[in-house]
């Protein structure tokens, strides 16, 4: 599922890519994309399911950071004095601070601190889980799924949405917009760059994650490492630093749908009083209730799958194909019947994915406390 989970997302973006001026129009929004194909309706759909990915995971990666943020904590003081809930609320201080640069062009060195950050990240988590790995006793690992037969199945459900999340990407548009022209041709090399690095990298940390831990490996990585200290402070400073430009990525659909309603966007000085006031209303208000459903549910596999599952698996895998039959309208029949075996494969990944994800948070809402410190 993840070879094939890379190889579908590759081909889906290059999609996305090749219909980003198919009508003589670039599209710098996804949604505005799915409205040029589509109607009213693809723009709404889009919306809605942006608006899912967006907001699902930047739950998830805030619940990421405070627990790498506590992890840090912990390495140095193992007292249980603070909360992951405090550092869930730091992070989120600190977005609401980086929120305030208007537009993702203005996030670029941000950008270029959190790529060089992702290369370092990987190297410290490949090399620090490698290093638990031979540290343990081989005999001990166990590599079985355990529990009951509904259990084993809807985590496998569940796991779909979670393969799907990896590989989510709800704003290649928006992204491509950025580029110098030709636009098509820079941003076909720059999607074959990303997933060659994907290959190489989060490859080998899942790959390597699983042979070091087996099936007990926690949902996030990092929580499973034990030392050496320096390689564990380290690896969640870089995963720290890494999210911080993510979160600010999937944050500015959402910023702009509110933006454009309430925002002079016609104003010369983007940073005019008034502009300023009213992105600070906005990203206050969004910062807060991320915060707060991070820290009331911080289920970090769990909102991964949902999010997968409800978001990115319609937007990156099920709708990029149907928007080239409807444009293109292929005349090989080999061609047509792969695309629809992917539309039909993906939604059922959906359905299933967000069955095994909603069922999980269930069990954990009843095992845990909201807020608990986990």
């Known amino acids: ?11 889906n973006s290059i999609l996305v890519a090749s219909l980003w001026e198919w009508d003589g129009v670039p599209h710098v929004r996804y949604r505005d994309l799915a409205r040029s194909i ?11 399911f942006q608006q ?27 007292d249980n004095r603070l909360k992951l809930q405090e550092f869930i ?5 600190f977005q609401l601070a980086l929120s305030q640069l208007p537009d993702i062009h203005s996030l670029r060195w941000v950008n270029a601190i959190c790529t060089l950050s992702t290369v370092g990240f990987t190297a410290t988590a490949i090399g620090a889980t490698v290093y638990d790995g031979r540290k343990l006793n081989r005999s ?25 999340f990896s590989f989510g990407d709800a704003m290649l548009p928006e992204i491509q917009s950025t580029l110098r022209r030709p636009v098509k041709k820079n941003m076909y090399k720059g999607i074959s760059a990303a997933y060659a690095v994907i290959i190489v990298t989060y490859w080998t940390v899942a790959f ?50 509110f933006e454009e309603k309430f925002m002079r966007l016609k104003d010369k000085e983007p940073l005019s009083l008034h502009n300023c006031l009213v992105r600070l209303c906005i990203t206050s208000i969004y910062i807060v209730v991320i915060t707060l459903v991070a820290a009331a549910l911080p289920f970090f596999g769990d909102f991964v799958a949902l999010c997968g599952s409800v978001g990115f698996s319609p937007l990156d ?22 695309n629809v ?33 986990i």
């Open 140 to 164: 001990t690992i166990d590599y079985k799924l355990h529990g009951t037969k509904d259990h084993k199945l809807f985590g496998i459900f569940s796991a779909l949405g979670t393969i799907a």
């Open 341 to 373: 075996i992917i539309v039909v494969s993906y939604t059922f990944v959906a359905i299933l994915g967000s069955i095994g994800a909603v069922r999980f948070i269930a069990i954990d809402i009843k095992n845990y406390r909201l807020f608990g410190n």
């Open 52 to 78: 899912v990915a967006s907001i699902g995971n930047n739950i998830t990666v805030q619940i990421a950071a405070g627990s790498s943020m506590k992890a840090i904590y912990m390495t140095y003081h193992n």
């Open 1 to 11: 599922m993840l070879i094939m989970g890379t190889v579908v997302t590759w081909y």
């Open 208 to 257: 390597v994650g699983f042979w070091a831990f087996g099936s007990t490996v926690n949902a996030y990585l990092l929580n499973s490492l034990t030392g050496p200290r320096w390689a564990i402070v380290l690896t969640n400073i870089l995963a720290i630093i890494q999210i911080a430009g993510c979160y600010q990525i999937y944050c500015r659909p959402t910023y702009a749908v």
């Open 38 to 48: 589509f109607g009213r309706h693809g723009y709404w759909a889009v919306t809605l």
């Open 89 to 93: 609320i730091v992070f989120g201080v």
């Open 317 to 338: 895998f099920v709708l990029p194909v149907v928007a080239y039959l409807r444009v293109r309208r292929p005349k090989n029949w080999s061609v047509c019947i792969v």
